[in-house]
């Protein structure tokens, strides 16, 4: 069964401090994976989109990073900022769906940075 | 929030009452989706749509139905609301690439619907 696992539930961090969120899939075909940021009372936002040949990639302070080989992606948060308290969302696209457009999103990790 | 509109944003109705979601786009992309999101779950996807008058089911479409009759609206029902429909619900919309595959969802502001 195609699965998208995150960790982890939850973090609180200080604000200035790195972080990294962990996201483990069982989806195959792999087509491509993505990171989302959602903040409380909004829709999910696209940080990062990273495909098959791709293990890294940057969104100004948020770098994803993808082992194919482990199906395994990280985000980092460097230097966090209160406004990046949200939950952030791993979401996986298997190949055979990219005619649909279908995904396979995790749960989430709900980040809380404090002052 | 990508030129996506949700209405209403927020509804409380009854078990057994008919309910109708709304979600309005202008970017004129082809495939529209319904999700919900729930504690404990990642957002699952309902129904979708292809183009105009082209639906197809998602893995939790019990219960609800869709309508696309023009392509920037996309509209999900509730025949007969229950409590287990109690969610926060979201619509996307995405564009297919020229090289298959697809772009990425643009997700609304979502409806947070109760049922008591």
């Known amino acids: 069964k195609n699965q998208v696992e995150q960790s982890p539930q939850s973090l609180i961090i200080l604000e200035g401090k790195n972080c990294t969120l962990q996201?483990?899939?069982?989806?195959?075909?792999?087509?491509?994976l993505r990171w989302y940021k959602q903040d409380t009372g909004r829709g999910p936002v696209s940080l990062t989109i990273m495909t098959f040949s791709e293990n890294t990639k940057s969104n100004g302070r948020y770098t994803a990073t993808l082992d194919a080989d482990t199906k395994q992606s990280s985000l980092h948060i460097t230097a966090s900022q209160l406004s990046d308290s949200a939950s952030y969302i791993c979401?996986?696209?298997?190949?055979?769906?990219?005619?649909?457009?279908?995904?396979?999103f995790g749960q989430g990790t709900t980040l809380q940075v404090k002052p | 929030d990508a030129g996506i509109t949700q209405s209403p944003r927020h509804k409380v109705t009854e078990t057994g009452t008919p309910v109708t979601l709304r979600c309005h786009q202008t970017?004129?992309?082809?495939?529209m989706y319904w999700y919900r999101q729930d504690p404990g779950h990642g957002l699952r996807l309902i129904h979708y749509s292809y183009g105009v008058k082209d639906t197809d089911k998602g893995e939790v479409s019990d219960g609800y139905s869709v309508s696309r009759s023009k392509t920037e609206d996309f509209l999900l029902t509730l025949e007969s609301a229950t409590s287990s429909q109690t969610s926060v619900y979201f619509c996307?919309?995405?564009?297919?690439?020229?090289?298959?595959?697809?772009?990425?969802?643009?997700f609304g502001p979502g409806t947070r619907l109760t049922v008591l």
């Open positions: 996201c483990n899939y069982t989806v195959s075909p792999f087509s491509n």
């Open positions: 970017e004129n992309h082809r495939y």
């Open positions: 996307a919309i995405s564009e297919p690439t020229l090289a298959g595959g697809h772009n990425e969802q643009f």
């Open positions: 979401v996986v696209s298997a190949r055979g769906s990219s005619n649909t457009g279908k995904l396979i």
